[in-house]
């Protein structure tokens, strides 16, 4: 009698799944409690609790998840790969070549717990060589396997500036695992602008421009990124690659401030030109690009601090800015840059010149 008690209390706590209704639902809570009672009815109370909680750890060890054995599994699968990931950091390329032949799938398969591939590593380890080599005999979709933080090869060539390695992968992979994000939003792009490296940019962009739009979790483009780095030539490049319509609102009114603050004063003109909105937009600091003006006295000297002559030749200063900004084309920014200087070379004159420019306009739109 007591057995069967069990039987049904342990038959009716197996788990429910999606598809059952709510008919059976009640239907099996009637009879759980139908069991109870009989158990209560039969047995003394002290033994009714010992009972009911020793058929609940069976039934729970019986439905529990495998995560134990999956972890054992885990563990054994990337043992196997022990010798291999440390011929690849070490770099040795027999040993590698020889692990690969017995087994060809291995360079498409993550095998570390951090969930790398061997580019990863190798990339991670700076072996030019080995990373050409594996590249060569991977699949495409391998090399954008991403790592437990969402990061690919590419990602980590990148952060470490190496540009070579960025120079292959780039070369190698699809123009749209150029775009793909580590968990905190980062395209490699975002990495490279992080670093101020102009020729890894150059590297990517050419090959897929959109990467200039794609922002992080916080909403950062990669020309705020390098901007916030003091890479003004960088920032530069990248501000003419950015639409204009991504440099609105809170983004818009973010580089603007940066712009200010890091003195690249081209770039806070031609935004404040195109959109006088954002002489007042605020930042997601609450600033705005005329409150870091205001707050950055000591960058602008004043006009009564130039002597006669200089304040001659600042009166014959003619800079087309319109120009300067109005082609989007790499070859055209390039060829403007000339040694690597994106503005021109003019000193007191001119930054005192843009100061009272990004004054007029912002209070012309904004009468106080």
Not at 69 to 86: A, I, M, P
Not at 183 to 197: I, S
Not at 239 to 267: F, H, M, Q, S, V
């Amino acid at each position: 009698m007591a057995q069967d008690h069990l039987n049904i209390v342990e038959l009716t706590t197996e788990p429910h799944k999606q598809e059952d209704d709510e008919a059976v639902s009640k239907d099996e809570n009637k009879k759980n409690f139908m069991a109870l009672q009989a158990i209560q009815n039969s047995r003394r109370p002290d033994t009714v609790l010992i009972e009911i909680e020793a058929i609940h750890s069976a039934n729970i060890a019986r439905n529990m998840p495998n995560n134990i054995n999956t972890g054992r599994e885990n563990n054994r699968h990337f043992d196997q790969y022990k010798s291999f990931v440390k011929d690849v950091q070490l770099g040795f390329w027999p040993d590698v070549q020889s692990f690969i032949s017995k087994y060809p799938n291995a360079v498409n398969e993550k095998i570390t717990d951090q969930g790398k591939t061997a580019l990863h590593i190798a990339v991670d380890a700076r072996h030019d060589s080995i990373v050409k080599k594996l590249g060569d005999q991977m699949s495409i979709e391998s090399l954008a396997i991403q790592d437990n933080d969402s990061r690919t090869a590419l990602h980590i060539a990148a952060a470490v500036g190496h540009e070579d390695i960025v120079e292959v992968l780039v070369h190698k992979m699809w123009t749209e695992s150029l775009e793909i994000q580590d968990k905190n939003g980062w395209t490699a792009l975002a990495e490279t602008a992080f670093a101020g490296n102009y020729r890894m940019a150059k590297c990517m962009l050419t090959k897929n421009m959109h990467l200039a739009s794609i922002g992080d979790m916080d909403g950062r483009l990669p020309v705020v990124l390098a901007i916030e780095g003091g890479y003004k030539k960088l920032a530069c490049y990248l501000y003419t690659l950015t639409p204009r319509e991504d440099l609105k609102g809170i983004c818009g009114a973010t580089l603007c401030t940066k712009a200010i603050y890091t003195r690249t004063l081209a770039i806070a003109l031609n935004l404040l030109r195109n959109d006088m909105h954002l002489a007042l937009a605020l930042n997601k600091e609450k600033v705005s690009p005329l409150y870091a003006l205001a707050s950055t006295p000591n960058a602008f000297p004043s006009e009564n601090q130039l002597v006669f002559w200089k304040r001659w030749i600042y009166s014959r200063i003619r800079i087309d800015w319109e120009d300067m900004f109005r082609s989007k084309k790499i070859e055209e920014v390039e060829r403007r840059q000339g040694s690597g200087m994106f503005l021109p070379k003019i000193s007191l004159p001119y930054v005192w010149v843009v100061k009272m420019r990004i004054v007029i306009l912002a209070t012309s739109f904004f009468p106080l």
